[in-house]
């Protein structure tokens, strides 16, 4: 279960610190995916990022897969579940340029606005997830973290409901939403009929032995 937690404040490194951690990051790496230091102090990597999406997203309608309603020119489709990208980035990408690089390699044309990148990592036996804002860098939280996946991931998720922008969604796009959730109702509808339409059945069978004359 995931546990809201607070964002820690940024310690600043120097540049002898940034190269330790760096050193100490490529030694720990086991993917191959290791961090290169360049002149300038900039450093580059790699960070995987978890898609856990439950609204659809929009794509050009070339981009067809999954379960989809047609609008024109584009398609919304439900992103599968556990669907991991690598991205490769420099310490100067912000949370905001990681997710338009994430909807950019999927073709998504959904407004960046509407997306948030979350950190998770494992401490004490419980999941701790916070919500990155636009100005952090991941890269450097993921040297800070080093290179395991419990100690800290990424995951890409929609803002809340309370927090959704819906001003950002153009109008195809709202109308594909709602074709979406209404076929969605009317099959759980329908599974909700076929489960009462059983009992009823049972029921009426033990109150037909029950009242059955002698």
Not at 182 to 200: G, H
Request: some cysteine; glycine content about 4%; overall charge neutral.
């Amino acid at each position: 279960q995931d546990v809201q937690k607070e964002s820690e404040p940024h310690v600043y490194l120097s540049k002898e610190e940034v190269k330790e951690k760096i050193q100490s990051y490529n030694s720990s790496v086991t993917d191959k995916l290791k961090m290169t230091l360049n002149a300038n102090g900039i450093y580059t990597g790699f960070i995987k990022v978890q898609m856990e999406l439950c609204r659809p997203i929009t794509v050009q309608s070339s981009q067809n897969q999954g379960r989809c309603a047609h609008s024109n020119n584009e398609t919304a489709f439900y992103l599968p579940d556990g669907c991991v990208n690598t991205l490769h980035i420099s310490s100067t990408n912000t949370v905001r340029e990681v997710i338009e690089a994430l909807l950019k390699k999927f073709f998504v044309a959904d407004n960046p606005a509407k997306f948030a990148l979350y950190k998770r990592c494992h401490k004490e036996d419980q999941v701790y997830t916070c919500k990155l804002s636009d100005r952090e860098h991941p890269l450097y939280l993921r040297l800070v973290a080093g290179p395991r996946s419990e100690m800290l991931s990424f995951v890409l998720r929609e803002h809340e409901t309370g927090e959704v922008m819906w001003e950002a969604f153009t109008i195809p796009e709202l109308q594909n939403f709602l074709r979406i959730l209404d076929k969605e109702e009317n099959e759980q509808l329908q599974i909700l009929k076929k489960r009462y339409a059983a009992y009823r059945d049972k029921l009426e069978e033990a109150l037909s032995g029950v009242w059955k004359p002698g």
